[in-house]
């Protein structure tokens, strides 16, 4: 190798080998001290800290309350968690007691009116409206008595019409020809007080209706129907009692492109499937 030429190094003539360089690794298996650190380490550090706090000043507003919540009878309390929305369920189960079958005994608040008008819904929409003897221990139970006689002319009217119950499909006394189930029932999907008072109240109940005959020679088979009523209430007896009620259609959904099922599915959900106590 000559001197000068690109590449080479000085001449140390015979004083040894031609030196080398040597690069050791970023952390010196012999103790030398590790190298710095980049700066992109230290922001990543200051992300992930910046990221932490502003989550739990988040979490923090979050479960910040200011101290004052309304509770299920329109009461205020003090420290309560926040109030939930409106259109949400209780939880709280209405009643144990039933009279002639029909949940009975309702507590005297808001909650209370609204769990009674869903449950007098399903007793005033169930196949019992249409025999007599049931219907006459139906209304007795769930109107106050200065219109609980009115109602019941009126609904023996309706409901002991030969026409009315031919074009149904049953028989004269209310019940379905041989071989074919009744089906009549009402599903609460959701109940609204407009106004309320110290023992009165009125409650909005929007539900859905299943009724027809269910049956191989059914004319008049299973349908699904929506609506709403309105129910004027009065505590009288220690209970909620019907002083006017008031049914119009709708909300109506649009309904899915699903395939009816048979006759014979549709006997067994009714004869296998039971119905609920309504809370609000």
């Known amino acids: ?15 040894g080998p031609v030196p080398t360089r040597t690069r050791l690794p970023d952390n010196d298996p012999y103790g030398g001290a590790p190298r710095r650190p980049t700066r992109s380490s230290s922001r990543s550090l200051v992300t992930v800290v910046g990221v932490v706090v502003l989550l739990i000043a988040a979490i923090a507003f979050a479960n910040r309350g200011d101290g004052n919540n309304s509770s299920a ?11 939930t929305s409106s259109t949400a369920p209780s939880g709280t189960r209405p009643v144990d007691t039933k009279t002639t079958g029909i949940p009975s005994g309702f507590a005297h608040t808001e909650q209370g009116a609204q769990s009674a008008a869903a449950n007098y819904s399903v007793a005033l929409g169930s196949a ?10 139906i209304v007795s139970a769930l109107y106050v008595p200065d219109v609980a006689a ?22 004269k006394d209310g019940t379905a020809p041989k071989g074919q189930t009744f089906v009549s029932r009402a599903i609460p999907v959701g109940t609204k007080v407009t106004s309320s008072g ?11 209706s ?3 005959l269910s049956g191989e020679a059914s004319k008049n088979p299973v349908t699904e129907s929506w609506y709403t009523t309105t129910y004027v209430l009065k505590w009288a007896d220690n209970d909620w009692k019907i002083a006017g009620d008031q049914q119009k259609e709708g ?14 599915q549709m006997t067994k959900a009714v004869e296998e499937y039971g119905g609920f106590t309504y809370a609000r």
Do not use: C
């Open 251 to 264: 909300p109506v959904p649009v309904g899915r492109d699903q395939t009816a099922s048979t006759a014979d």
């Open 128 to 137: 019992d409206m249409f025999t007599t003897a049931r219907r006459h221990a």
């Open 210 to 212: 299943l009724f027809g």
């Open 150 to 171: 009115a109602r019941q002319s009126a609904l023996d009217s309706a409901y002991s019409s030969g026409t009315f119950l031919s074009t149904i499909g049953l028989t």
């Open 73 to 83: 009878d329109g009461t205020t309390t003090k420290g309560s968690a926040p109030q």
């Open 1 to 15: 190798m000559n001197p000068g030429d690109e590449g080479s190094y000085p001449d140390y003539g015979d004083t």
């Open 198 to 208: 110290q023992d009165t109240a009125t409650v909005e109940v929007w539900y859905t």
